[in-house]
């Protein structure tokens, strides 16, 4: 944690990006932490406000053409999302907010300028990407299989600075062979909306690389471990 | 994120209609072209088919064969009669209801008030309707553009316009930019909008006639942004305005005030309804403001729109051992809060399912705040109950997974019940609890 002795983590835009439930992620992550006794504190900053830089994680969601055009400028000018980065916050990118931190992406039919805070670039793909998407983490974070939903029309190509988050055992995500990308404490998905409620092991890797733990008391997750079960099988029926 | 089209809510299966073949009827009115009065016939034929082969009640497969036969069917079914058609994401089925039910004054209306709310649908109500002058129409929110070209409406009302099944529906901006469209194409349609929802008063602003009517808006996630200027909008107290441009909340000529709807003159009427909620009075609000453009006054109206008990199922109450169950319809994140406010402090069943009719994306989850729930005996059922359950734990409300419907019964204490369900799990508890309507 940067400073204090509490957590804080902060929502991106929510009046712009937040289309699918993306708020399950602040709500999951807060949970977690306050299960351990980590004392935390959610921020939910507007469009119209300036970004913090001193959060220890931050969570942007997926949204319309418009409004993720609309939040790439703002978090440019504004600049603040570069400097926590730089200090060594952890973010989580879904969906649209995935696709702005990369080089470039396209909205309305135009190329748009993203942050540049992954090593990605974004366009259009022929077919939209919708249903059940499944894949196999990269071994290095050491976390069990992703689950999530997709829904993007885009595609993703990754640059020599970032990794797959995942390699697709079913769905498309990035590409069709890859899901998501990830460079230091900075992980990008197309699980939309609230990814964490099937993959907890994510929601604790974000509250580790947070609070620098190697590892956290464990909790109880009958019902998320339920629901992986479940979807991760249905992805596989598919 | 990409635009795509909307997919049909409900999948027509042509093995449906094998048996349609001569069984033409005698047509009797004389307004229609031949071919028109042909597909009329059958299309009430295979209506009456399908309902007596079990297949549902008809009414979406007797319009499509209508409309296979004459594609014009709709448009001359529509010929001649006076139309108020209703449409928006949430309330669009019960505001028919009693609109009908108003109107009702005027003498027989014809109305789809089964939920087909497709134009195949809605050929089908006008095909059964006769020479009824008068009809009310539900309308999907996505076909309403069209509907209104085909049917010429007198009146259309706008109720609101929020997410529902994004993995497949138009997002809200695209649907609000269609209504504005087709509203600018009929100038002399009369548009009867919620002036709560800044969506809606985009869609109908330019309108050359409008009537504003106010019932509340409880979900606002979906109009933070303004649909003219991208800036951000304001509320305060109920009204909203925007930051940036000129588009702002218009004074509503119709409002809920209390347990009653205050009119254009400002007289208030009390609205007693057999159907809960305070949304429910909104709903007869927008359906006092409809019939008002048909000349009906609200003293007329008021005393029908208390005779609705339940709209397709919904808000039913079923007694079984000794549990009074009451049916709650929830199916996107504004209704469930809707049904949230509805509900009594009781036991209460919460069941999911993702099937086609449902969309299968459960996001939308963790924009409904169940903290309401807290204390009550929760039990969950469904397809996606484990999502249910995951969410329901992260909002820390307790709950008990239950495999049927019964066992959720049989857990409970004698007294109330409430189920709430999205559309297919609330379908499959109407089947268990064997009650049509
Ligand atoms: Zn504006």
Redesign the interface.
């Known amino acids: 944690m940067s400073t204090e002795s509490t957590l804080r983590i902060v929502w991106i835009y929510p009046d712009l990006l937040s289309t699918y439930g993306d708020r399950g992620n602040m709500l999951i992550l807060a949970r977690r932490a306050a299960l351990r006794n980590i004392p935390v504190e959610t921020y939910e900053v507007r469009s119209d406000q300036q970004m913090p830089t001193t959060a220890d994680i931050y969570l942007i969601g997926g949204g319309e053409d418009g409004p993720q055009a609309l939040a790439s400028q703002r978090l440019i000018a504004d600049g603040g999302l570069h400097r926590a980065v730089n200090q060594g916050a952890a973010v989580l990118a879904v969906c649209a907010g995935y696709q702005l931190f990369g080089g470039s992406f396209f909205a309305k039919g135009a190329q748009c300028r993203g942050l540049d805070l992954l090593d990605i670039n974004s366009d259009r793909g022929e077919t939209r990407a919708v249903g059940e998407v499944r894949g196999d983490i990269d071994p290095r974070l050491g976390l069990p299989p992703l689950t999530g939903f997709e829904n993007h029309g885009g595609r993703t190509h990754l640059g020599p600075g970032v990794a797959p988050l995942a390699r697709v055992t079913a769905g498309i995500g990035n590409d069709g062979q890859t899901e998501g990308a990830w460079n230091g404490k900075i992980l990008g998905t197309y699980a939309h909306g609230p990814a964490l409620a099937r993959n907890p092991a994510i929601a604790d890797l974000l509250l580790r690389w947070a609070i620098g733990a190697d590892s956290l008391a464990p909790l109880d997750d009958t019902w998320p471990e339920r629901l992986r079960g479940e979807r991760l099988a249905a992805a596989s029926a598919v | ?2 635009v ?1 089209p909307p997919r049909p809510r409900h999948v027509m299966r042509p093995l449906d209609v094998v048996s349609v073949s001569g069984t033409l009827v005698a047509v009797t009115d004389g307004k229609m072209p031949m071919r028109a009065k042909v597909a009329s016939s059958v299309s009430r034929t295979a209506a009456a088919l399908s309902r007596a082969a079990g297949r549902g009640d008809g009414s979406v497969i007797g319009g499509w064969i209508g409309l296979k036969i004459d594609p014009d069917l709709l448009r001359n079914l529509a010929s001649g009669r006076a139309i108020a058609l209703v449409s928006g994401t949430n309330g669009k089925t019960t505001t028919t209801r009693f609109t009908a039910a108003a109107l009702g004054v005027l003498g027989p209306v014809a109305t789809n008030s089964f939920g087909a709310n497709m134009p195949t649908g809605h050929t089908s109500a006008l095909a059964r309707a006769g020479a009824t002058p008068f009809a009310v129409l539900e309308v999907d929110e996505h076909y309403l553009a069209r509907v209104i070209d085909e049917t010429t409406p007198r009146v259309v009302a706008l109720l609101n316009l929020s ?1 529902d099944q ?3 529906a138009k ?1 809200v ?1 695209m649907m609000a930019q269609m209504w504005r469209t087709a509203l600018a194409a009929h100038p002399d349609m009369h548009v009867v909008a919620n002036a709560d929802d800044p969506m809606v008063v985009w869609s109908a602003v330019n309108a050359a006639h409008v009537v504003w009517f106010s019932a509340g808006q409880r979900w606002m ?1 979906d109009s ?2 303004c649909p003219e200027c ?1 800036s ?1 909008i304001n509320r305060a107290q109920g009204d909203w305005w925007c930051t940036g441009c000129s588009l702002r909340r218009p004074v509503a000529q119709w409002r809920v005030e209390e347990d009653g709807v205050v009119d254009p003159k400002g007289d208030w009427h009390l609205v007693k309804l057999q159907l809960p909620g305070h949304v429910n009075v909104g709903n007869a609000a927008t359906a006092l403001a409809v019939a008002a453009e048909f000349g009906v006054r609200p003293i007329e109206a008021v005393p029908r729109l208390a005779s609705v008990a339940s709209v397709a199922g919904r808000y039913a109450q079923v007694d079984r051992d000794g549990r009074n169950i009451r049916l709650l319809l929830a199916k996107n994140p504004a209704s469930w809060l809707e049904a949230f406010d509805m509900a009594e402090v009781a036991p209460t069943l919460l069941s999911i399912n993702a099937r086609d009719p449902d969309g ?8 409904v705040d169940f903290s309401p729930l807290r204390g009550r005996q929760v039990f969950i059922t469904g397809d996606r109950a ?2 249910l ?3 329901l ?3 820390s409300v307790a709950f008990r997974h239950v495999h049927t419907f019964d066992e959720a019964v049989q857990a409970t204490p004698p007294g109330r019940l409430e189920v709430i369900a999205n559309y297919t799990a609330f379908q499959d508890i109407r089947a268990e609890l064997d009650r049509v309507n």
């Open positions: 994120m990409a795509f997410r994004l993995d497949r997002e901006a996630d933070w942004v991208g951000p299968f994306d459960t996001s939308w989850l963790y924009d484990y999502d359950a995951v969410r734990e992260v909002n």
